[in-house]
């Protein structure tokens, strides 16, 4: 995945969070989404601390408006 780029919807908790850790672990730069702008925050910092590239948009994927703006 090194070079590729990725966005992960879902990504402050659970299956989602698991799935950005792993594509960072592996190079992947990311573009986090999640509704809770808080968690997600902190998972985009963990993913720089540890030399990844990440940014964290909150979004909605319930609203047409909101995943545009992520796009």
Not at 6 to 34: F, H, M, P, S, Y
Not at 44 to 56: E, P, W
């Amino acid at each position: 995945m090194d070079g590729k780029s990725a966005i992960v919807t879902g990504a402050a908790n659970g299956i989602g969070r698991a799935v950005a850790l792993v594509l960072a672990e592996q190079g992947c730069a990311l573009t986090l989404a999640d509704r809770d702008a808080e968690t997600g925050s902190e998972v985009a910092s963990a993913i720089r601390t540890g030399g990844g590239k990440c940014l964290f948009v909150e979004t909605d994927v319930s609203s047409e408006a909101s995943v545009n703006a992520l796009v």
